[in-house]
């Protein structure tokens, strides 16, 4: 069984622990961090308190997005870690379900993004910052397409906004696409699936989150 951090609201299972970092599986609709309003909790208060330490944040999920999240415990996991992210060692797998039938049984969107005033990012070919993003379809069906991503920048909304960008925008995605469509599906469709990096020892750590029942 799966070790969990309980609260009121939130059921956060741990994926992977040591004396230097912890991987846990963010449900949908959780801050990884504080927000603006700070009555609303986070991921990364409810971990603090349960664990009674510092934690660093190393990246980040989109509230929408659940799956796999890593905090560092001490400050040199934290400088390794995002040595890695810059070095672009740290190798993420999401699993999307988009609007559409994508033909290709992979492809690459190469495309820079830059934000927009409206909090959204878009290609900007001047502007925009290198983004690229490679995919593999999983499974087609009537008017959707399975996929799995793997964004080789990190962006923010970067998945989100180049399948919007190719015409395949998430699904229950209300800020990329068209929104009374999308306010009709329960949740955004895009899950953290997997992590994997080396520890300092070379040592391959591979952390997975369990798909969730959303995407049955």
């Known amino acids: 069984m799966t070790a969990a951090i309980v609260t009121e609201f939130h059921t956060i299972a741990i994926l992977y622990e040591n004396e230097h970092l912890i991987a ?13 309003n700070p009555e609303k909790t986070s ?16 990246h980040r ?24 992210f810059e070095q672009r060692k740290i190798h993420k797998t999401y699993l999307a379900l988009v609007h559409g039938l994508i033909e290709e049984d992979s492809g690459t969107i190469d495309k820079p993004l830059r934000r927009f005033g409206s909090g959204r990012m878009g290609e900007d ?22 996929i799995k991503v793997y964004p080789r920048t990190g962006r923010k909304h970067q998945i989100r ?15 990329y696409g068209d929104k009374s469509l999308q306010k009709k599906y329960p949740r955004l469709m895009l899950h953290a699936l997997a992590v994997r990096f080396s520890s300092p020892a070379m040592e391959d750590i591979l952390i997975e989150s369990p798909i969730p029942p959303a995407f049955s």
């Open 125 to 146: 070919q001047e502007k925009g910052k290198p983004c690229i993003t490679q995919f593999t379809v999983e499974r087609r069906f009537s008017g959707y397409t399975l």
């Open 43 to 58: 991921l990364l208060k409810i971990l603090s308190e349960a664990r009674q330490i510092k934690l660093y944040v190393v």
């Open 24 to 36: 846990v599986d963010k449900p949908v609709k959780l801050a990884s961090i504080p927000e603006r």
């Open 61 to 84: 999920l989109d509230k929408q997005v659940s799956g796999v999240i890593l905090f560092a415990k001490n400050p040199e996991t934290h400088r390794y870690l995002n040595r890695l």
């Open 161 to 175: 906004a180049h399948f919007f960008s190719i015409g395949h925008p998430i699904v229950g995605d209300t800020l």
